[in-house]
Every structure is written in structure tokens, then in C-alpha cells.
């Protein structure tokens, strides 16, 4: 073997080999970065409100001045309720129920006795159904005919309570947990009947800006005590892709308002997939350039060597032998491509995620052996594909002058 | 391999209508285990391409030519490299040699892959021929007659059946030329192998059984 290497190691060229290799050397970096970039990123955007995997828009009719006066509720009809639904931009779509009924909430702080406050306001419920809610909780569900209904608050009238409200009157601010504890004690009343509930809050939405209480109790209760039929005023729609324009158009089209922001969230994952999908491709292109450059690298230099292969052949050696050398070269050269490429992953991933762990500081990692195994199986199908290419130019010398 | 038989083969570039008086192509010709034999040609009149063909290099011929009446077309890459390291061995006219490995070097290369003769024996041989202190030289800086012997010798480190010789001594003196052939014909009884000869005049001195006319 170390005659056949003497042999055929003869115009190599390491200017090509390095161009190859650094070529080779940044694509890979750059796919396999691409790759755990987005694995890294994307759960920052899919916790929580989980709009990675779909987004949703709450569709309203825009409140005009002639519309308040009249006393036009601006409810949306069945038949456009269908309209949004038939939409190529639109998944699922579900109606705010709103509550028919009277409801009463009332707080007891420091007992119910005497010496104690009691807090009472006048309010409403909204239902939307279940599979809408982002929150989930265990407890969101409700048996008809139980005294305990689960509310969902949105995120919005805590913050505002405890930075605005509980920070100007120096009161104790209150955690999400702590307001799991409370109980609400709630007087529903219509139609001359009336009934006392405990409120339970389970969560908080950034979702849904509203009180939410479960479908199957508002339905209940609006049978039960409500006064004329709920005429959902607001809509929410799971848009497949958030920046699709037609989405836009239709809204301004017909009116429409959306409510609030998760639009543009939308936008920022679409954007980070856009810019992936760049990064990847980018990284793709240099990779088969280095690929060609190599191919085009091995097949010159087995063109130069061209009569020493024929020799070997002749001489009794079999072609997959000679090529052998040839193809550990660039198995080899491929493989320290890889290592260095993952070297490089883990030292840029380290860099950015201590400033992904500032920014998001409950996100998990995921782990680089998915990323690692791309890249192996890059390695092994690019040499893979370089050693049949050896062994066909072998054949071809063996049979050139058929 | 006992015998390699050759029916009506003759180079593609022979096919034109030519009448051909040979006694090889065109013709049904037999090469058997153990014989010698000497193909007498004028230059132009294919001698190497008849070498080449039955040693599986070039296949621009039409007919047969077959190894124990085994067609040579249908043997696969690794057959013939079997055949090359086992059953036939060959001094190519144009030696075929690495001229930037040195003379040994050159024939360690074929004597690595069949583990046949001792280094000792291949120092032998290198002495026998008058060219013991140019093995460590590159082949590329020897003469041609040098580089003939070393080719020899090369070809010498194999079992083999059949050993071709394309104008063995074309660039060597008597003396050269009859040792050459001493070697050869003593290798050749020891393995029980034929002995096939090319030559356009002069040629090696030895006991040929059949002479052909290209």
C-alpha cells in the first residue's frame, strides 16, 4: 500500500485540496448552523402561545360612530362566520359566545366576617371553544350542574393591576400561582332566576382579551337565564400562514379590524423561516460547490495519473484497490470537514445562546445530536456518492480503450 | 489455464476486405500449457495488439479468443486481476514500468501483491542480470535496456500459466539475451508454463516448439 501511495499521491495538488476543503468547510458550518439556529430559535417562539405552529387573528367589525349611535351591535352573521371560513388563508374558525345573562363577581378579602372588605363589580363572560384556548389547564372544564366554574383572565389585567394599580397604592403585587388561589364568589342572574357560583382562575391568556369561561357553561347558562340569543361580535381564526396578503386584503375588504398583535408575531417566525431557508440554501450551494470542486479536484488528478492506474490494473491490481487510496483521501478529507464543522457549530452555538438564555430564560435547549446527525448523513452520502464517482473513473481508465 | 485458443479473431482495423495470410488472425490458433512458442511478425502486422487482446486490454478485435474455452469478453474486472497476478504474465514491448519508483521498487510493487518470490531470489535475479547496483535508482534515470531487465524481472514474481514476451531483447546484447532467456525458460519448467514470443527479427534464443507467422 505504501508503493501504491508513493505512486499515485503524485500531482496531488494542495492548493486544490485546501480550496476544496475550506470550501467544503464553510458550507458545512454554515447548513449545520442554519440547522440548529432554527432548532435553537423556534421554541422561544412555540411555548406559550404556541403561534409557530399556527396563528391566530381575532377578526372584529370596526365600530363606527353612526354604528354606536344606532345601537348596532356589529355582530358577525352565520353566513360570514362561513365566508372567513372558506378563506385559502383560514384553518379553523370560532365565535366569542358572549353571555345573555347578568354576572356579579365578588371578592372577600380578610374573611367574610366582620372587619373584613368585600369587593363587588358587575361583569361578563365570553366562551370561544375549547380547542381556541391557550392556557392549558387541567382544570378547564365544566360539568353542567357543578358550583365551580374555571375563568381565564387575560395576561393583560394582571400586568395591569400589578404595575399600574398595585404599584401606585403601594399593595402587594400578585403572582399568577397566587391568583389560582382565589375565589371569586359569582351571582349569575336573568329571566327572574338567579345562582351563586365560586370562580376559579386557572390561567392567563395573551391570546384571548377577554373573561373566558368554559363553552359548555357559558352554552348552559345562556339556555338557562339568558334573555335573547348571544350574537358573537368577535371571531377568531387560525391563519395558516400569518403573512399571506390575501388575509390582509379580506380584512380591509370587508371592514373587518383585527385585535391585536400576534399578526406581527406571526410575521417575526415566518421572517425566521425565510431567513433559515436562506441560510440553508446559501450553505447548500457552497456545499455542492466544494462537492464539484473536489469531484473536479479527484477526477484531474486521476486523469494525470491516468497510465500509472492503467499499469497497476495491468499488473494484477484490482481496481477496487486502486482506487482505495483515492477514496479515503476524499472520505478522509470529508471527515475532518465534518469534525472541524462541528466544532465550529458548538462554538458559535455557545456564543449565541448565552444571549438566547438572556432573552429567554425559561427556553429549554435542545440538543446538537439531531444537527450532528444531518451533518454525518451529508458525510456519508457526499462520500458515499465520491468514492462510486472513483470507482466508475477507475472503470473507465480499465476500459478506455474499448 | 491449460490453453488459450484463438478462433478467427483479427483487429477491427483489418476488417476491410483485405486478404490476410496469417497463421493467427483469421485462423484457428492454439497456445497450450507447457509449450513454447515464437510469433514471427513483420512490424505493422499487429503483434502487440494480438498481446493485448489475449491479455485483456484492448477488445477492438472481432472473433474469439478463449482461455480453456472460456470466452475473454465475458471475464469481469476482478477475474483479470486474478488471471494477471495467477495465470498470465507479461513483458510489455513498452515495459510499463513507474519511471519515479526506483528498479526495486518497481518490482517489490507486483511481488507485494502476489507474495511469490524472497527477496533474496529477486536480488538473484537482479545480480544474474547485471544490474544489482541499479536497484535502488528510479527506473525513469535507467536505459532502455536496463529497464527491459527490470520489467523482466517484474514479471518473473508471479505464478503464472502463460508468460508473454513482447520483444524481449529488442534493446539487449547476446549475453544479456541469453541469460534473459535462461531465466525465463528456467522459471517456465518450474511452473509447467507455456512460453510465447513476439519478435519482427531478432529474437531470444530458446527451444520453441511452433512458430507462427503473423
Known sequence: MRLIWKLLQQHISPGQLCGFFFANLFGMAIVLLGLQFYKDVAPAFSGG???????????????????????????????????????????????????TYNVNAALDLGGSGAGGFRFSTDMFFESVPDAFVDVQADSWRYAPGTPEIPIIL???????????????????????????LVRLDIRIDGRGKARRFTGRIVGFSTRLNTILVPQAFNDWANAEFGEKRPAPARMIVEVKNP???????????????????????????????LVTAIVLLVGAVISLLSFYMLMLSVYLLLQKNTTKLENLLLIGYRPALVALPYQLLTAGLNLVVLLLACVALCAVRGQYMQVLSRLFPQMESPSLLGTIGVGAAIFLAVSLINCLAIRRKINSIRLHRD | MERITIEQALPRVFQDGRPIESEVWNAQAEFQKGKTYLVEAASGTGKSSLLSYIYGYRRDFGGKICFDG???????????????????????????????????????????????????????????????????????????????????????????????????????????SSILG?????????????????SIGKHMELHYDKRLKL
Open chain 1, 49 to 99: 402561545d404556541s403561534f409557530i405552529r399556527s396563528d391566530f387573528v381575532v377578526l372584529t367589525k370596526r365600530i363606527g360612530t353612526l354604528g354606536s349611535l344606532s345601537g348596532s351591535v356589529g355582530a358577525f352573521r352565520r353566513s360570514e362566520v362561513d365566508e372567513v371560513a372558506q378563506q385559502p388563508f383560514a384553518g379553523r374558525v370560532g365565535v366569542f359566545t358572549p353571555s
Open chain 1, 154 to 180: 387575560p395576561r393583560s389585567y394582571l400586568n395591569l393591576y400589578n404595575f399600574g394599580f398595585a404599584q401606585s397604592r403601594s399593595l402587594p403585587k400578585i403572582s399568577e400561582g397566587l391568583m389560582g
Open chain 1, 243 to 273: 403573512a399571506d396578503e390575501r388575509m390582509a386584503r379580506f380584512v380591509q375588504d370587508k371592514g373587518y379590524e383585527t385585535e391585536d398583535d400576534n399578526l406581527e408575531a406571526g410575521r417575526i417566525t415566518y421572517f425566521l423561516k
Open chain 2, 70 to 176: 472460456r470466452d475473454c469478453r465475458t471475464l469481469s474486472a476482478d477475474e483479470w486481476a486474478r488471471l494477471r497476478q495467477g495465470s498470465l504474465s507479461i513483458l510489455f514491448q513498452e515495459l510499463r514500468l513507474f519511471p519515479e519508483l526506483t528498479a526495486w521498487e518497481n518490482v517489490a510493487i507486483k511481488n507485494n501483491l502476489t507474495h511469490f518470490k524472497a527477496d533474496r531470489e529477486i536480488d538473484a535475479c537482479f545480480e544474474a542480470l547485471g544490474i544489482g547496483e541499479k536497484k535502488g535508482q528510479p527506473c525513469g534515470k535507467l536505459s532502455f535496456g536496463q529497464q527491459q531487465r527490470v520489467a523482466l524481472i517484474r514479471a518473473l514474481c508471479q505464478p503464472f500459466d502463460f508468460i508473454f514476451l513482447d520483444e524481449p531483447v529488442s534493446h539487449l546484447d547476446e549475453r544479456n
Open chain 2, 182 to 198: 535462461e531465466l525465463v525458460s528456467g522459471e517456465a519448467a518450474r511452473q509447467g508454463a507455456g512460453i510465447i514470443v513476439t
